[in-house]
């Protein structure tokens, strides 16, 4: 076997489980369809790199299932009676958009009936702490917008709410948490709020040469690139010094690879589109520089603050905005990003 084949093959086996039951699984002829959008001279060189960073950031059910297990035990949320600690907390149901926190809620289910015999329908006591569950947090915009309205119309006027994710950015914890202590001093109430994870990502702007996300650290000679720059944006692009922790990348060599050829897959899907949305950026939806740049994919869906590259398009188009092959295709839901409410 070739090493292009040796790649196909292990990518495919990564993200095997990806959307299982809704789609088709990935094969190797399924990831060579979608890597021959690229440039020949490019193809081999990328795999390599997107098979070393998915076998870091594909969370797969089994990843997240055991994440789910160890926290049934875990002595730091639950205390030294971690039965009795989950038999009093509310389980909030309160996702606006999507359907990450049921699938989550229906995971978490099963481990607590098999550790602790009880299901989360039964749970909930006076003095219960409250639970939001998800998969991961990106931009932070869902969950400040489930906490928000929860806080100002449903929560008492004392409570602990523990936010419990697989994956979180440090980004979107820094604005999601600035913006609930605002909403908490406005309403009055004493909310104290806990983040609970398994996976810290670094995307803060201050330590973008320490960032674990796509942060480009120059612009590679395109014309479309250029183009896409030259427009006004209200958060422009600031590129990253290249040096810092390499997080999920093999490589400095290997990261800037993957920042370029996604970042210029994605202004060519962007030019698909007459009149695409400013939010939707190549490297992922985001109000700011080239896009949110994040490689974290979970078994149940391909989040849009990843590169468009990996999940737009549609298989059968020929022709028209959604003339691209994709990954990782994308279950979708219909939402809108409130920038006022990050006071953007």
């Given at each position: ?147 928000a309205a929860w806080i100002e119309q449903h929560a008492p006027l ?133 896009g949110f740049g994040s490689m974290i994919v979970t078994f149940r ?34 939402q809108s990003f409130d920038f006022a409410a990050f006071g953007l």
């Open positions: 076997m070739t090493e292009r084949s040796d790649l196909l093959e292990s990518i495919a086996n990564t993200i095997k489980d990806y959307r299982a039951g809704e789609i088709a699984a990935p094969t190797p002829v399924h990831v060579d369809r979608w890597v021959k959008q690229f440039e020949k001279g490019v193809q081999v060189p990328l795999l390599r790199e997107m098979d070393h960073v998915f076998k870091k950031t594909y969370l797969n059910k089994e990843t997240i299932t055991g994440f789910l297990n160890g926290l049934v035990k875990n002595k730091k949320l639950a205390g030294q009676n971690p039965c009795v600690f989950w038999g009093k907390a509310h389980f909030l149901q309160i996702q606006q958009n999507g359907h990450s926190q049921k699938e989550m809620l229906e995971l978490f289910d099963k481990s607590l009936d098999a550790q602790c015999g009880i299901r989360v329908k039964g749970c909930g006591e006076k003095n219960g702490e409250y639970i939001y569950l998800d998969d991961a947090m990106f931009s932070g915009n869902r969950v400040g917008n489930d906490l004392t409570a602990t709410a523990h936010v419990v994710v697989a994956a979180i950015h440090t980004g979107g914890e820094y604005l999601v948490g600035k913006r609930l202590q605002k909403v908490i001093a406005d309403s009055g109430k004493k909310v104290k709020i806990n983040y609970w994870r398994a996976v810290i990502i670094e995307n803060r702007k201050y330590y973008k040469n320490d960032s674990e996300v796509l942060w480009p650290s120059e612009i590679p000679e395109d014309d479309q690139v250029k183009q896409y720059l030259a427009k006004p944006h209200k958060f422009p692009f600031e590129p990253r010094k290249p040096g810092g922790k390499l997080g999920p990348f093999s490589s400095e060599e290997g990261r800037q690879l993957l920042e370029r050829e996604l970042l210029m897959a994605g202004v060519k899907i962007r030019a698909l589109s007459e009149h695409p949305k400013d939010i939707i950026r190549p490297l992922g939806f985001s109000p700011f520089g080239l869906n391909c989040p849009n603050n990843t590169p468009l590259a990996l999940w737009w398009g549609d298989p059968e188009a020929t022709s028209g905005p959604f003339h691209w092959y994709p990954l990782l295709p994308r279950k979708t839901y219909a």
